[in-house]
């Protein structure tokens, strides 16, 4: 369901009908685009206004979809993370990954795994469900800039944002529970 939250009073705007589970959501920068990632491996756009699907992509994964996000700047492009241990990067405009994100450290084993751009994109970083790796790839090259390895468990949560003091503050969370602030 689209909700529109401008108001006093929240009201409802569309019904997104799928045809598989939605593992994840996200809203374009002009607001009238959204994208789901599904159990299907797929992914759907729609339009928030009518609600319709918009497009289909089957099969862009090897397994579930865990995380979509929109690029912060650029809504042409949208980031999957899927159960492949695969992020890709898909030209929204032509249906096709224009570029994926792979590292033998890098391994997904749950459907609530996230992948996130940095706030200027010019970055990819998620982390490892099993050996608790960070790793941050160069969105236009594909090449680890960095791998971080603080967590003693698996990662099962990721989320980058404008905070910290320089302006890229990370969060991530472990199974066990550990949350990690990186600057």
Request: one cysteine or more.
């Amino acid at each position: 369901k689209v909700w529109d939250i401008s108001r006093q009073t929240y009201h409802q705007i569309a019904t997104l009908r799928h045809s598989s589970t939605a593992n994840s959501v996200d809203v374009g920068i002009d607001c009238t685009l959204a994208v789901t990632g599904h159990q299907d491996g797929g992914v759907r756009f729609w339009d928030i206004t009518s609600g319709d699907r918009t497009a289909d992509i089957s099969g862009l994964h090897e397994g579930a979809v865990t995380s979509v996000q929109f690029h912060p700047k650029d809504s042409t492009k949208v980031l999957t993370n899927g159960m492949d241990s695969c992020i890709k990067l898909l030209d929204v405009r032509t249906s096709m990954p224009i570029q994926t994100f792979q590292d033998p450290k890098f391994q997904i084993s749950y459907t609530w795994s996230s992948a996130a751009f940095s706030p200027d994109g010019k970055y990819v970083a998620s982390g490892s469900n099993s050996s608790g790796c960070i790793l941050v790839w160069e969105a236009a090259t594909g090449s680890v800039k960095i791998s971080l390895q603080e967590h003693e468990a698996g990662v099962c949560g990721f989320a980058w944002s404008r905070g910290g003091t320089n302006g890229q503050q990370v969060a991530s969370v472990d199974k066990k529970g550990a949350l990690i602030l990186w600057v």
